[in-house]
C-alpha cells in the first residue's frame, strides 16, 4: 500500500546541470512484509537515504486497559496474555505480581519455580523467534526455519505444562495452573540439551555470518544517554551498554536465588549500541535462560502450586507498580484498586511502545535498507505497542 | 477426477519416466506423463478443463503474508519446519496482494485496520479466497463485548470462505482448513454451468 | 533515597507547591503535586546530583470520575532508586505541562494520555491520537465513555 508522491518529472536534457531532486514522503505498510505487524513507518527520503520516519501505531488497539476495568482480575489475566503474544507467560506472571503484591497473596515455593521455569522458556522461544524473523527481514530464509524447530521443542513444553501453544494462561493469581510432571521435567532438560548444542549452529549460521555483520554492524547505533532517555529497556537497553536487568535489580518471585550473567553489547562487530549489539545480547540470553531453567529444575521444592484465592477477588484501595523484565523489556503494570471486584485503573507499561518511540530519532540519514534492521533488531510485537 | 487416456501409453515413454504410472487416477503423474508422450508425438486426450483448472488451482494456493495479530505466529509455524505448509503447495508466502489468491487474516482487525485489509483485497486477482483464522476475525473474540475498537468479525466487509476457530488455532486446524479450502475448490466449476455445459461470456456464468 | 526523603528534599525547595506526605496503608507511595510546579520539579528530579532520575517509566492518567489524575513512575539507573509523581487536573479540562523536554520518552506517553483520557499537555511537540484514528470521538478510558454504535459503516455490536 505505497503511495509515492512524485510531482517532480525529469527536466529536459538541457537543464541537467540545474537538475533538482526532491524528496519524497514513502509508506511502509502497515501490511509489509518486514514490519513484524501492522505498524505503518512512514518515511521522508532522498533517494535511497532516509532523511525522517514516522511511526504510525495503533492498528492492532485491542482496548486492554478498557476490558481490563471492567473485568474482574482473574478475567482479566487471559487479556494481559494477550497483549505481548511472544512472551505471554512474562505478561501473566506481570499481572499476577502486580495483583498479588497490592492483595498480599502469597506464592508457594513451588509455584514460584515453576513460574521462573515457564517464563524462561517462553523467553527462549520469544527470541528464537526473534533470531529467525530478523533474518528473514534481512533476505535470510534458513535461521527462520532453524529457529522454529527448536521453538517447537519449547512450544510443546509449555502446552504439555499449560494446555495451550501461545497462550498459556499458565501462571494464575495465586500461582501456577498445573503441576509439573516428571516427564515433563525430562522433557526440559532433553531440551536444554538440544539448544545448548544447537547454539553454536546458530552462529555459523548468522551471528558471524560475513553479509549479516555487514547489514547490522554499525547500523542504528544507540549511545547509552539516548537508549536511557528514550526509555529503551530489556536486551535494547543492554546493547547500548546499560548493565540494568530486572531479574538481577528489582528481583521478583525468586529470581535474586539463581545465578545468571547479565550480558551486556560491547560493540563486538562495531560499535556498541549498533543492531548486532541488540541481536547478539538475546542470543547470550538465550543460554542464560537454560541456564537458570536447569536451576529452578533443580532446586525445586514440593508442594502446592496454586494458593486458594476468593472467587470475587477485592484488593485492598491503594496502588501499586510491578515491574517485571518480558523478552523485550520492562514490562509493568500500574494497578489502582479503590476496593471492587473490578480495578479502578490497569495501566501496562510495553516495552515495545517504548522501544518504538525512538525509531524517529535513530533511522535519520540511514539506507532505506537499514529501516528495516533497525525496526527488527528492536524486535516490537505490536500487540503490545498498540493493546 | 474422471479423466481417460484415450491412447495407451507407449513403453518408450514409462521409459522417459523412468517409472510406471500406476494409477491413472493420479493427476499429477499424468501430467507428467501427458508432457512425456507428447514429446513423442503421440496423441492424448485430457479430462474436463473444470478437474484440470480446479485441480491446478487447489494445489498452489499462494498465500499472502498478512499476520495482524497473535494467529500470525501460528500461521509462521504452519509454514515452519514442523508443519511445513509447503506439503499442500500453499507455503509460498507472497508480499505483495498482487501475487497472491489466499488470504489468510491472522489475527484481530480493528477498525482503524479494516479499511487496509479491505484494500489489500480489492488488490488480489481474481479467483481469490478469504480465511478467516481465530476467533477475533469470525466475530470478535474475546474482545467482542467490550473491545470498541475491534470489527466483530470480517465478514462485515469481506467475502470469507472458510473459518478457522481457535484462539489462536492450531498449526493442525490451519492446515485442515487449507485442505477443506482445496475441497471448495474442486468443487467448483470454472468453465462450464450447472448442465455442465460450457460457457465463454462472463454473461451466461451462473 | 526512599520516597520519603525526597519528600522532605522537595518539601524544602517548592514549599507549598508540594502537598503534605500521605503514607499508604498498602502500595506503592507517590508525591502530590500542584500541577502548576510539574515542570519544574521534574527538571530538578533529572538533575539534582541526589536524585538523577534519568528514566521516566511511565506516565498513567486515572479517571476518579471528580478529578483526572496524572502518574508518573520515575527511577535512576544511577542511585537505583524510584518515586512516583502525582498531579491532579480538572475534569472538564486537564491540562498539564508537557515533559517531553525532559525525558524524551515522555512524547510517546503523553500522546497515549491524550488519545485515551483526554489530557492536553501544553507544550507538547505533536499532540494527536496515537493510537485510535484521527476522527475517533471522546476518550475511552473515561469512565462515561461510550463506546460508538457505528464507525466508517461497519457496526459494533
Known amino acids: 500500500m505505497s503511495e509515492a508522491n512524485v510531482t517532480e518529472t525529469a527536466p529536459p536534457a538541457s537543464r541537467r546541470d540545474s537538475l533538482r531532486t526532491e524528496e519524497m514522503l514513502l509508506n511502509m505498510g502497515p501490511q509489509h512484509p518486514s514490519t513484524h505487524g501492522v505498524l505503518r513507518l512512514v518515511v521522508r527520503t532522498d533517494g535511497e537515504m532516509v532523511r525522517e520516519s514516522w511511526p504510525q501505531i495503533g492498528f492492532l488497539h485491542r482496548c486492554f486497559e478498557k476490558i481490563a476495568e471492567s473485568l474482574p482480575y482473574a478475567q482479566a489475566l487471559p487479556y494481559a496474555d494477550r497483549m505481548d503474544y511472544l512472551g505471554s507467560v512474562n505478561n501473566g506472571l506481570a499481572f499476577c505480581l502486580g495483583v498479588e503484591k497490592l492483595g498480599a497473596i502469597e506464592v508457594s515455593e513451588r509455584a514460584a519455580h515453576l513460574r521462573v521455569i515457564a517464563a524462561e522458556l517462553n523467553r527462549i522461544a520469544s527470541h528464537l523467534i526473534a533470531f529467525g524473523t530478523y533474518a528473514l527481514d534481512l533476505g535470510a530464509f534458513t535461521p527462520f526455519i532453524y529457529g522454529f524447530r527448536e521453538r517447537e521443542m519449547a512450544v510443546s513444553i509449555l502446552e504439555k505444562l499449560s494446555g495451550g501453544r501461545l497462550l498459556y494462561h499458565y501462571p494464575r493469581i495465586g500461582g501456577v495452573a498445573n503441576d509439573l510432571t516428571p516427564e515433563i521435567a525430562s522433557d526440559i532438560r532433553a531440551f536444554l540439551v538440544q539448544m545448548r548444542k544447537v547454539w553454536p549452529e546458530y552462529n555459523a549460521l548468522l551471528s558471524d555470518n560475513q553479509i549479516f555483520v555487514k547489514r547490522t554492524a554499525n547500523v542504528g547505533v544507540v549511545t547509552r544517554e539516548q537508549a536511557i532517555a528514550w526509555g529503551f529497556t530489556g536486551p535494547c537497553l543492554r546493547a547500548s551498554g546499560v548493565r540494568f536487568d530486572l531479574r538481577k535489580d528489582q528481583p521478583y518471585s525468586l529470581y535474586e536465588r539463581f545465578a545468571f550473567d547479565v550480558p551486556i553489547g560491547e560493540g563486538t562487530k562495531g560499535t556498541t549500541g549498533d543492531c548486532w549489539d541488540r541481536y547478539w545480547v538475546r542470543m547470550v540470553e538465550i543460554l542464560e535462560s537454560c541456564r537458570i531453567v536447569e536451576q529452578a529444575l533443580d532446586g525445586i521444592p514440593e508442594g502446592p502450586v496454586l494458593t486458594k484465592v476468593p472467587r470475587v477477588l477485592k484488593l485492598p484501595k491503594g496502588e501499586v507498580y510491578v515491574p517485571c523484565e518480558n523478552p523485550r523489556g520492562e514490562l509493568g503494570f500500574y494497578i489502582v484498586s479503590d476496593g471492587d471486584p473490578k480495578a479502578l485503573r490497569i495501566k501496562s507499561r510495553g516495552p515495545s511502545f517504548c522501544n518504538l518511540s525512538i525509531v524517529n530519532e535513530i533511522c535519520r540519514d540511514v539506507l532505506l535498507a537499514d529501516v528495516v534492521a533497525i525496526l527488527g533488531s528492536i524486535d516490537i510485537v505490536l500487540g503490545e505497542v498498540d493493546r | 477426477m474422471g479423466t481417460e487416456i484415450l491412447k495407451t501409453p507407449a513403453p518408450t515413454a514409462e521409459e522417459l519416466l523412468g517409472r510406471a504410472v500406476q494409477d491413472p487416477r493420479d493427476l499429477t503423474r499424468y501430467l507428467y506423463y501427458l508432457r512425456n508422450v507428447r514429446a513423442e508425438g503421440l496423441s492424448v486426450a485430457v479430462a474436463p478443463l473444470d478437474a484440470a483448472i480446479n485441480w491446478s488451482r487447489a494445489s498452489s494456493i499462494w498465500p499472502l503474508t498478512f499476520g495482524i495479530a497473535c494467529c500470525a505466529i501460528e500461521m509462521m509455524a504452519t509454514g515452519a519446519a514442523k508443519y511445513d505448509l509447503d506439503r499442500f503447495g500453499a507455503g509460498a508466502f507472497r508480499p505483495t496482494p498482487r501475487q497472491a489468491d489466499l488470504m489468510i487474516v491472522a489475527g484481530t482487525v480493528t477498525h482503524k485496520m479494516a479499511p487496509r485489509v479491505r484494500r489489500l483485497y480489492d488488490q488480489m486477482p481474481e479467483p481469490k479466497f478469504v480465511m478467516a483464522m481465530g476467533a477475533c476475525t469470525i466475530g470478535g473474540g474475546p474482545y467482542s463485548r467490550l473491545g470498541y475498537h475491534v470489527v466483530k468479525g470480517i465478514d462485515r466487509f469481506l467475502p470469507v470462505d472458510v473459518c478457522v476457530p481457535g484462539c489462536p488455532p492450531r498449526p493442525e486446524a490451519l492446515i485442515d482448513a487449507l485442505m477443506y479450502l482445496q475441497r471448495k475448490i474442486a468443487a467448483d466449476r470454472p468453465v462450464t454451468d450447472r448442465y455442465l455445459r460450457p460457457f465463454f461470456s462472463k454473461e451466461k456464468r451462473r | ?157
Do not use: Q
Open chain 3, 1 to 157: 533515597m526512599n520516597p520519603r526523603e525526597i519528600h522532605t528534599l522537595l518539601k524544602e525547595r517548592f514549599g507549598e507547591a508540594v502537598r503534605d506526605w500521605t503514607e499508604p496503608e498498602v502500595g506503592d507511595s507517590s508525591l502530590d503535586l500542584d500541577s502548576g510546579s510539574l515542570h519544574d520539579v521534574c527538571v530538578l528530579l533529572r538533575d539534582d546530583s541526589a536524585l538523577r532520575f534519568d528514566f521516566l517509566r511511565l506516565v498513567s492518567a486515572v479517571d476518579r470520575t471528580d478529578r483526572i489524575e496524572c502518574v508518573y513512575h520515575l527511577w535512576s539507573y544511577e542511585l537505583a532508586h524510584s518515586a512516583a509523581l502525582r498531579v491532579e487536573l480538572d475534569r472538564s479540562d486537564p491540562r498539564v505541562a508537557s515533559l517531553s523536554d525532559v525525558w524524551p520518552t515522555a512524547e510517546w506517553h503523553e500522546r497515549e494520555a491524550y488519545d485515551m483520557m483526554g489530557v492536553v499537555f501544553e507544550n507538547h511537540p505533536h499532540l494527536h491520537r496515537i493510537l485510535l484514528p484521527e476522527d475517533w470521538e471522546g476518550y475511552p478510558l473515561r469512565k462515561d465513555y461510550v463506546a460508538p454504535r457505528e464507525y466508517n459503516g461497519l457496526t459494533n455490536e
